[in-house]
């Protein structure tokens, strides 16, 4: 059994059909003086047939997936624009007189190792992109076919050191049961492209391809656990059909509570909400029952791209949300990039601590003519639902009012331009800083609603970075430390009458959830898939049981004997779901799951809980 990441949820059994690297033998040919022009004009013909290609694909994607993942391929069409690419390619076709496909192999190495040697998830990604493009590009030049994939075969799991965007658009899901990658990550394009095809993915395996499978090899993965095995046991494939029979009868039944009231057998109704960073991450959330948005990421609109989304761009996709939602609440988070999130067009320069540096609000607060850009769009889209604007990473009162100014210049501007919008837009904050937590009842007297990022908030209250794997044994959920945060927030809201609601990736943990129970908050917000499992269990959850339980749990000293009390409690419950018929399949499969810890570090990791968390900047992930 092999351990790596779990990118994409599912179980996949079959036989392995092994990708040989997408990488061709490129002689280093040199030409004549006299052959330039001919040289240029191949490369110029590559870069045509290249581009067709590129658009033919994202016209069939069209029909398959959304605008996110086809923006990968305008992504990649921008690398065959791009003039520091090309010159380089030119300047080694012109200095060193090589062949065109010599010097676009010179060049994507040159390129793919300095972005490889750059400490940065995100920029490794592109350099993934630049060896897609390159290697299309390659294909054309050298007149190669396309590596192809087996379709008439038994579908299969496809295993590869890496796959790209481009391969898998090929993938037709019929064929395929799931993915294997030797490298890769959560953020990866390949992952967010799995996530929107539905096919379990398994990915940053620390072992080589060779010892991994051959093609025909049994194999089963586990993308909820991250785990491999290569060629199981007959016993392994019993175990693990079982919990496949088991998720796929969870699901379809899940399904059924998609219309049901989210409440408590003694009465306490919670809105179960989802986080969603684009408007077709909003299909899952309607078919999950989602009561409404707890937290629309923005700043995924702006990524992938060569330049600020205008108002016009911004407000279609807002008001396409709110108008799809028809009245459920829709909560537009204002950007929020700086730390992990990256804009390849927006230069925030070297920081030594860029998750306390420019970032969030204070990016908008310093550039006002981008903040009210995205606050008209957003205005604009509150004449066509029940819109709510939010403000990320807030310190402090004074942020509060400076963004409110600028929201009402805004709402003055819209009102002389004669453009509807609702004047009573509400307007909230996250907490997500210890800063904003202990000054929690001011704020309240400057907003309508919190909402409590507790993924940052972890990280800043106990200072651990929430990307540090070295770490992540400090990144503790269910420290006195945060729950004593959690219930500050809290009693202040509740204090000033406002409504309180969780977006972090903590709501969507099983074992949380009489926390928000017992301390009455109003809404949990989470990913789309870990809606339904958090209301069959809430239907089996008492308030009363939860109240005792947090009477108890504010005694905890340390996070163990926090979670010891939360997992006997979750254990009861489960009692109670099979007990009426309504057992939690992942509960019951994770029992079948050899060497299986709970990770007390992700939330919603531990045994009986949805994927693990979503690290920042995954689109489509949370
Ligand atoms: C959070 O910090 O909890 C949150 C929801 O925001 P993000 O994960 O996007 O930082
Ligand atoms: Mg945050």
Known sequence: MIKGIGASSGIAIGKAFVLPDWEWDVPDKKIDVA??????????????????EIEQIKGELAEVVGSEERSIFDAHLAILNDPIFMNEIQGIIRRQYKAAEAAVKEAIDHFVAMFDLLDDEYMKERALDIKDVGNRLLKHLLGMPEVSLPTDAQPFILVAREVSPSQLVH???????????ITG???????IMARALGLPLVTGLDVPLESLAETGDLLIIDGDEGLVIPRPTEEQIRIYTELQRRQTEHRSRLRRLADVRSVTPDGKEIALEANISSLKELEVALQSGAAGVGLF????????RHQFPGEEEQFDVYKAVAEKLGGRPLIIRTLDIGGDKHLDYFEIGEEANPFLGYRAIRICLDRPDLFKTQLRAILRASAFGKVKIMYPLISSVEEVRAANRILAEAKRELEA?????????PCGIMIELPSAVTIADLLAEEVDFFSIGTNDLIQFVLAVDRMNERISNLYQPYHPAVLRMLRMTVDAAKRRGIHVGVCGEMAGDPRALPIWLGLDVDSISMSSHSILPIKERLLHTHRSDSIDLLNRLWECRTQEEALRLLDAFRLTVEARMKADGAAAPE?????????????????GAGPGAPNAARPAGTAGAS
């Open 417 to 425: 331009e004669g453009l509807p919008f609702d004047p009573n837009v």
């Open 185 to 191: 990550s959560m953020t990866s394009h390949a992952a």
């Open 587 to 603: 509960s019951a499969g994770n029992d079948a799951r050899a060497g299986n810890e709970p990770d007390a570090r992700v939330p």
């Open 297 to 304: 990421r923005t700043e995924f609109l702006y990524m992938d």
């Open 171 to 181: 993938l037709n899901p019929q064929h395929v049961l799931g993915i294997v990658t």
């Open 35 to 52: 052959d330039l022009a001919r040289e240029f004009e191949r490369l110029y013909e590559g870069i045509r047939s290249s581009k067709r």
